[in-house]
């Protein structure tokens, strides 16, 4: 596709759930980011990829968060035992590789742990 | 400490007039770039306009400007003529060449009154 794809739109998980979440990049892009966005705030920066590679996860907010990139292109976040404060948009963004470059945006995750 | 400061939570200004929306951001990286997304109420994370580092010329696109001042590193957007579509939440965003990573801040919520 010409953008970034993210699935599922929506997602409703019981707490104590394990989520996963899609993010297909746009092609040949090789910078992919996942960030947290909670109501009314900026993106909070997870975590960043440069192909597969796993360049920067300082901003995963415990060990229940995973992410992956296994091939350098479609990327999934998983978040093990969900809990309430869990509940965010999850936005992923990819850019070819250098400070210049814009990151283009997936229309985000909604993820909500009731 | 904040890598990008976004000091106006809000703002609320007149069609057609001209708006300035405050950021100031903090790197001792000499090659950066300065972002700016909009973000209406769908969510969808909109990229308006550019500058790096070592452009000696302010950057413009259409009705969006860039007023960068590189030694109080501030990078301040400037929309002429707003107009009602503009109302949104603004961020303003930092990539630095030596980690990558593309830092947000907390962003404006832009109101445009009729």
């Known amino acids: 596709g010409a953008g970034v794809s993210q699935s599922p739109r929506y997602k409703v998980a019981k707490r104590g759930q394990d989520v996963a979440l899609r993010c297909d990049p746009i092609?040949?892009?090789?910078?992919l980011f996942w960030y947290q966005q909670a109501l009314g705030q900026g993106p909070e920066f997870l975590t960043y990829?440069?192909?597969?590679?796993?360049?920067?996860k300082s901003g995963l907010p415990s060990d229940r968060f995973f992410a992956e990139r296994p091939e350098g292109s479609v990327s999934t976040l998983k978040i093990q035992r969900t809990q309430q404060e869990d509940s965010a948009v999850y936005l992923c963004?990819?850019?070819?590789?250098?400070?210049?470059?814009?990151?283009?945006f997936g229309q985000g995750t909604r993820l909500t742990v009731v | 400490a904040q890598k990008i400061t976004q000091t106006q939570p809000g703002m609320f200004v007149q069609e057609k007039e001209a708006v300035t929306l405050d950021c100031t951001y903090d790197?001792?990286?000499?090659?950066?770039?300065l972002f700016w997304y909009k973000q209406p109420s769908s969510g969808e994370m909109i990229f308006l306009i550019y500058?790096?580092?070592?452009?000696?010329q302010n950057a413009t696109e259409g009705r969006y400007s860039l007023n960068f001042q590189k030694a109080r590193k501030s990078a301040n957007l400037v929309i002429s003529a707003s107009q009602l579509g503009d109302s949104a939440m603004y961020f303003c965003?930092?990539?630095?060449?030596?980690?990558?990573?593309?830092?947000f801040g907390k962003g404006t919520r832009l109101h445009i009154l009729p």
């Open positions: 790197t001792s990286d000499q090659s950066y770039g």
């Open positions: 092609s040949g892009h090789v910078s």
């Open positions: 990829f440069q192909n597969e590679a796993q360049l920067d």
């Open positions: 963004a990819s850019s070819l590789s250098e400070v210049g470059q814009t990151a283009f």
């Open positions: 965003a930092m990539r630095e060449a030596r980690d990558d990573k593309i830092i």
């Open positions: 500058q790096g580092s070592y452009d000696e």
